[in-house]
């Protein structure tokens, strides 16, 4: 993780995290998106993590769509997200897909966007310098909010 911050750290803003590449690829084959560097954080194991505590579930950015449709632990704690990410896209897209990809990109018309921000999530962002906590709709909408709130 480190080393990948590092290479953010260094290469500035025209890089581009790869793990599902499911938001990314299209992005880059349209050439909406086109990076000089892309950095693939998939090795980042620590990353893949899902854990539930009472309400709260705290899921790694490498959480694939189909962990988080089919995940046990998730349908008990929070159906909606479970049947969201079970419609999303095909069976390839779901198997490759991240849940930290696709808020990212935060595609207005697909799913996990729309339940980040309908669940009041807080979205993780970190960098060499520490990490913070920012509320899913400042995250996914910042023209509609005025600054992003540090809620760590």
Known sequence: MTDALGLLATLGDDV?????GQSLGPMMNLRVARPSHVI?????????????DGDRIEIGSLVRHHRLATDPQIAAACPILSAAASSI???AI??????????AHADPAAQLPLIAVLLDAGIRVGSQHGSRTVDAQ??????????LPKTS
């Open 16 to 20: 581009k995290l790869l793990a599902g």
């Open 138 to 147: 400042c995250f996914l909408f910042p023209a509609s909010s005025p600054s």
């Open 89 to 91: 896209g095909h069976y």
């Open 94 to 103: 779901r198997q490759r897909g991240t849940i930290g990809g696709s808020l």
């Open 40 to 52: 693939d954080i998939n090795d980042l194991s620590d990353l893949e993590s899902v854990n539930v």
